[in-house]
């Protein structure tokens, strides 16, 4: 099992930007494909962003590609997410995750995000 500890939320304005950080203990991180997740308000949680163990592959869904990177430090045990151009549809719990196998089964504790109009 992993520790995860999500940072970096807070209230931004439209086209504004944030850097979510999650910093993992327990494991050995460099093992897992770490994800991040966001759920908003009566919305299913949705799978935003991936990242392969090396860093190499990398994954983001439709509604956030060209505005979000993820990025991660094995040496900092530190997986990050560069939000740019936030919208008010960005508003949503944000969920840092990790996987070694197929399912994702250690999750942090979240941050809020929330983007005002």
């Known amino acids: 099992q992993v520790q995860l500890v999500e940072s970096g939320g807070g209230l931004v304005q439209a086209g504004g930007s944030l850097r979510l950080s999650c910093a993992a203990s327990?494991?050995?991180?460099?093992?897992?494909?770490m994800g991040w997740f966001r759920q908003a308000p009566g919305k299913e949680r949705e799978r935003v962003a991936a990242?392969?163990?090396?860093?190499?592959?990398?994954y983001y869904a439709d509604s956030v590609k060209g505005r979000f990177t993820i990025s991660r430090d094995n040496a900092k045990n530190t997986v990050f997410l560069q939000m740019n151009s936030l919208k008010p549809e960005d508003t949503a719990v944000y969920y840092c995750?990790?996987?070694?196998?197929?399912?994702?089964?250690?999750w942090g504790q979240g941050t809020q995000v929330t983007v005002s109009s």
């Open positions: 995750a990790a996987r070694v196998y197929i399912s994702y089964a250690d």
């Open positions: 327990g494991r050995t991180f460099s093992n897992y494909t």
């Open positions: 990242i392969s163990r090396n860093g190499v592959i990398t």
